[in-house]
């Protein structure tokens, strides 16, 4: 069987220009661009909590770094380095190769280098750290609404929760809708160049990861700010508007998780410049309501208070 | 069941002074000081391979960031920064206090801030990143050794693989050299300020993670030169010496494993240097051999050729 650092050679050693010192040290060496500032973030990923064991190896590759790329979006930081730390029961060969393949097909597109990480035996896990750069005092913070800021989001919302419900057999998708829903589910696109955009415009931001009430509280608590939004605003693909009536569809536009949008408040004066955006980036942008002074959630359904209770995704609920 | 915020609030969210940004959005932001390149490692430990479920949480936080911190030490970078992401199975609140109680009592130590990361249910596995700073062209890589060099090691070796073998009953240790050996193991002390008096002195360094003879052959490899040691000037603790003519017990000082030392070149005429070093840090540094032209790490005993097979330890081996 071939030995931990023959893995680590052939299928996670790439040239990592940018850096001083790539794989293969005790550390990585790099220097960040003068005066700016370093955006740093983890995610990891579980076997059989964040995706199955017969997910296929390149659509966990990815998803381990897009859930990271998303991260560095919602800050408006721009992408720079990662490190991977993995650990697998056997070494199985084919499965490497094809999780390195989604991994670096996506690090590719984001200009990322791979510098190093750690493999090891053990259940499978994937732990992702991405650092960025952004320019001092321009990230996106989630801290930053204001009164009278409007809420967008891109993109559309629980394409990637129907997915898993249609799998969970909660709700039940055509084959058509199911393969667009998976796709939503294992190849989410991270919004790093609208984060990038968004830079001196958006007030505050977060990724959608755990459900958009959840991830928008998030704002409203570190902001010290309520919001109202309203449930026929919020942007739904033809698959979710085609279940709309279903409350497990809704629950998932609501609070799926997984969407790997941008959730972000901007001055209201600003409005035809997100949309102007919305055009050039050729991404939907919606305003789906605005920020208000006090600290709830408010949901409105053609004028009238609608009431939810599920608030996202929590590891340990 | 206290969600997933409410532990990371609980646990692990502390004061992060140097941070832009600390624990609690997207991304945690920092500011790397002008001028200096950026060291980052990451360690990923596993239960029931790198430690076991029957291991006080205190030890485990404790080696979690001290193999990390040991990275930091092996390149001569000033620890800063860390990320912690963390997988376990129910949130066991009493095992995550004695985690993160060891955790920061060594953060603490050595002035590192842990300014964000992830938790998510999962087989127990705890992944650490670590950011250090050095100053451009003084980071100790593993690629400057040169022929002539004396090669150093740090503390004594062995004792952590002797405890583990008298765990495992392929040796047997006294009650009392018991407890001192499962010392070792558990709470490594990561060699961070002999990493920062190595700068400018030393040609290459690595810190022992998988065993002296293996350390000591990436050193070698990506140096492209040879070495000499001699076994009989290997450093060895009390208890060491009490069993060095068992076989098992010579395996563990060669090739144990787990000694978080540094194993270090440096050019001859810095000998005296090196132990006026010793004296003033008040830790054993003791010269084991020199590298060579060629390519091969030759063990000599007596005098005389040591034949050695066990390399150390791989992961998949």
């Not at 052939?10 to 060496?29: H, K």
């Not at 964040?50 to 991260?71: C, I, P, Q, R, W």
């Not at 570190?222 to 009536?245: K, Y």
């Amino acid at each position: 069987m071939a030995s931990e650092f023959d893995l680590i050679h052939r299928y996670f050693t790439r040239p990592a220009p940018s850096a001083i010192l790539g794989v293969g040290d005790d550390a990585a060496l790099i220097q960040p661009s003068p005066g700016m500032v370093l955006a740093v973030a983890a995610d990891m990923l579980v076997a059989g909590r964040h995706f199955s064991y017969s997910d296929k190896a390149e659509t966990v590759g990815h998803k381990s770094l897009a859930v990271n790329l998303s991260d560095m979006a919602a800050m408006g930081a721009t992408p720079r380095w990662a490190l991977l730390s993995l650990a697998i029961k056997d070494a199985d060969e084919a499965w490497l190769q094809g999780f390195s393949e989604g991994f670096f097909a996506l690090a590719q597109q984001f200009g990322v280098e791979l510098i190093g990480g750690d493999t090891t035996s053990g259940p499978l896990n994937l732990s992702v750290q991405i650092m960025g750069e952004v320019p001092p005092g321009q990230a996106l913070r989630r801290d930053g609404a204001q009164v009278g800021d409007e809420i967008w989001v891109s993109g559309t919302l629980g394409d990637a929760a129907l997915g898993l419900a249609n799998m969970q057999q909660r709700l039940v998708l055509t084959p058509a809708e199911a393969v667009a829903c998976m796709a939503a589910l294992h190849m989410p696109q991270p919004r790093v160049t609208l984060g990038l955009a968004l830079r001196g415009m958006a007030t505050a931001a977060i990724d959608i990861s755990d459900g958009l009430l959840a991830d928008l509280g998030h704002i409203l608590e570190r902001s010290n700010v309520a919001a109202e939004i309203e449930f026929d605003r919020l942007p739904a693909s033809e698959i979710m508007r085609h279940h709309i009536e279903n409350a497990t569809a809704q629950q998932c536009l609501l609070a799926g998780g997984d969407d790997y949008e941008l959730c972000f408040t901007v001055p209201a004066a600003l409005h035809q410049k997100v949309s102007a955006l919305s055009k050039k980036l050729d991404l939907p942008l919606t305003c789906i309501g605005s920020i208000k002074a006090g600290n709830e959630l408010t949901l409105l359904k053609a004028g009238k208070y609608m009431l939810f209770t599920v608030k996202g995704f929590d590891h340990f609920a």
